[in-house]
């Protein structure tokens, strides 16, 4: 939830209710779900741990579509900016191969999410689709979503 | 079952395991999970109902994306060819602008589904993104799946 709440409560990047509460995440199982797996990235030692972002990997699809992996990834705010986010994208790249996806999509990547796209378009993501006015973002209002895919 | 499971064996129309069963359906609370509403198309009167397609409608997204309907449709193979999906497409897309959602999208149409595609378009939905190869065809390998996008 210290990563969660503060992503969601601004209301800038995820489709996620602004008001969301950790009752409402867990009856949903959302990033428990078992059709995903879970990782976290921690800062320390077994004695301390800071756990500063996370992200899931799963099948995009069922059935002929779980050869494409798909994944969310959340840095806590105050750790922005010290290469959280680039260590577990390029932790889930990593796995997504261990897992033979053939590719990743993400579906839902905001359009005036900079930092986002600077860090998938690094490493060759790219644009795949754009959905208008997907999002009503907490300070802009209505803004495209963009589909974003790279092979694994 | 009657609907979904010669669908799912072909392979050719939907990201879902051919060998599907109907225990798995109901354990994923597939077409039935408590954020999407669902709707049969029947023949036949109260004495001899004869449930020949269906479809789902739900936020395509949560909180900030939840404007935007998703939907996913299913005509039982022997009804095909007798107006049954642009029967449901229609109503879709009334119950759509009923629920206020302000524009209806599919993430997941086979770009080998020409039936599909033309069903869309000729209601003013188009192509905003394509995926290559997201999904393997039973008898084609893989193809593009396309993302679909109409205002409500």
């Known amino acids: ?18 008001d969301w509460t950790r009752e409402a995440a867990l009856a949903l199982a959302y990033w428990r779900s078992p059709l995903l797996e879970s990782w976290v990235a921690d800062r320390g030692d077994d004695s301390s741990r800071d ?5 899931f990997l799963r099948p995009a699809q069922l059935g002929p579509g779980s050869h494409v992996g798909n994944a969310g990834y959340m840095v806590r705010p105050d750790a922005w ?4 986010a680039s260590a577990i994208r390029d932790h889930s790249i990593a796995r997504a191969r261990e897992r033979r996806f053939t590719a990743i999509q993400f579906n839902f990547v905001l359009s005036t999410n900079d930092r986002a796209i600077a860090l998938w378009t690094r490493k060759g ?3 795949i689709g754009r959905s ?3 999002y009503m973002h907490a300070r ?10 790279r092979p694994a």
Chains 1, 2 share one sequence.
């Not at 939830?1 to 602004?18: D, H, N, S, Y």
């Open 1 to 18: 939830m210290a990563i969660l709440e503060p992503t969601v409560r601004a209301g800038e990047t995820w489709a996620l209710p602004r």
């Open 51 to 55: 756990v500063v972002g996370t992200y």
């Open 81 to 84: 900016g010290q290469g959280v």
């Open 125 to 127: 993501f790219r644009v």
């Open 132 to 134: 208008p006015g997907a």
């Open 140 to 149: 802009l209002g209505p803004v495209d979503s963009l589909i974003m895919h």
